[in-house]
């Protein structure tokens, strides 16, 4: 595979996988917003054919994303939030 077809489709991945997560996350306003702006310049970018900074600003939104996380700026809701059922899951309610 080629370098532009590989930038291309890792790029394209991790948006994907991005595009996932960024309705479930809440926090620090601002963690949020670098983390959709890096993600809507990835998709400029790649539209543009400019592989390399879409791949440059995924990077970047997943590098946001990820230290969020560790610091606690963001975190992800979890897939039943707002459900009023619980669910057992390894004998624990969850």
Not at 7 to 35: A, H, M, S
């Amino acid at each position: 595979m080629k370098i532009e077809e590989e930038l291309k489709v890792e790029t394209e991945k991790w948006l994907e996988k991005l595009k996932e997560k960024i309705p479930k996350i809440y926090g620090d306003r601002n963690f949020i917003n670098n983390i959709m702006a890096y993600e809507k310049d990835s998709r400029y970018f790649l539209e543009k054919g400019e592989l390399v900074k879409a791949f440059e600003c995924i990077v970047w939104a997943w590098a946001w994303f990820e230290i969020g996380l560790e610091v606690g700026k963001i975190a992800i809701r979890p897939a039943h939030a707002g459900k009023q059922e619980n669910s057992r899951k390894n004998g624990e309610i969850c």
